[in-house]
């Protein structure tokens, strides 16, 4: 059974920092291309940043460009996501998000809430 843990949610104040970690099981890990997605009320669900599976390319919406930073670390197991500079829109839940061709499992998020 595929599971993909999140972990490190919580609340913060604007400018605050948080590492969000994400450790799936049942799978080769480091044959999946990892991704961190996010969903705020109201909104579409929007990707935030992904990771190639050796942890050479990264890519990442432009409203997280400069704040945010994706790894991996495929010993572990585990990928990473640390926000700094948070701001209150960036307040939503945050998946996990794995894909090795047409397969791809999602985890269950973890929320993130930025607020004075």
């Known amino acids: 059974q595929v599971q993909l843990v999140e972990s490190g949610g919580g609340s913060v104040q604007p400018g605050g920092s948080l590492r969000l970690s994400c450790a799936p099981s049942?799978?080769?890990?480091?044959?999946?291309?990892m991704r961190w997605y996010r969903q705020a009320p109201g909104k579409p669900r929007e990707l935030v940043a992904g990771?190639?599976?050796?942890?050479?390319?990264?890519n990442y919406a432009d409203s997280v460009k400069g704040r945010f930073t994706i790894s991996r670390d495929n010993a572990k197991n585990t990928v990473y996501l640390q926000m700094n500079s948070l701001k209150p829109e960036d307040t939503a839940v945050y998946y996990c998000?794995?894909?090795?061709?047409?397969?791809?499992?999602w985890g269950q998020g973890t929320q993130v809430t930025v607020s004075s």
């Open positions: 998000y794995a894909r090795r061709s047409s397969v791809e499992y």
């Open positions: 990771i190639s599976s050796s942890g050479g390319s990264a």
């Open positions: 049942g799978i080769v890990f480091s044959m999946y291309a």
